[in-house]
């Protein structure tokens, strides 16, 4: 089992940054794949990014592509999502989740974590 805590959100203008951090505590944290989701008041929650066991397969969203990059510190027990040029878009929670690494896996699906973050406030002002 892991426990996911998410920090480093806030309020930000339009085209600045920020950078998410989710910490996972249990053991084995490698052995889990990671994303991140959001979800807006009234909406859905969606897809943001994912991040394979190792770190060497990486998953957007279309309409973060070439903003957003997911990472992974497998040492530190830590997945970071890194935004750039924010939008008033972009403003929800975000949230991290886990699932125990497995052969076949949608890493775009909600339904496919076991585990989920508390989430962490992001607000783009326009």
């Known amino acids: 089992q892991v426990q996911l805590v998410e920090s480093g959100g806030g309020l930000v203008q339009a085209g600045g940054s920020l950078r998410l951090s989710c910490a996972a505590s249990?053991?084995?944290?490698?052995?889990?794949?990671m994303g991140w989701f959001r979800q807006a008041p009234g909406k859905e929650r969606d897809f943001v990014a994912a991040v394979n066991w190792s770190g060497g397969s990486t998953f957007y969203t279309d309409s973060v592509k070439g903003r957003f990059t997911i990472s992974r510190d497998n040492a530190k027990n830590t997945v970071y999502l890194l935004m750039n040029t924010l939008k008033h878009e972009d403003t929800a929670v975000y949230y991290c989740?886990?699932?125990?690494?497995?052969?076949?896996?949608?890493?775009?699906?909600?339904?496919?974590?076991?585990?989920w973050g508390p989430g962490t406030q992001v607000t783009v002002s326009a």
């Open positions: 989740a886990a699932v125990l690494a497995r052969g076949s896996w949608n890493p775009n699906r909600v339904n496919e974590y076991d585990y």
């Open positions: 249990g053991r084995a944290f490698s052995s889990y794949a």
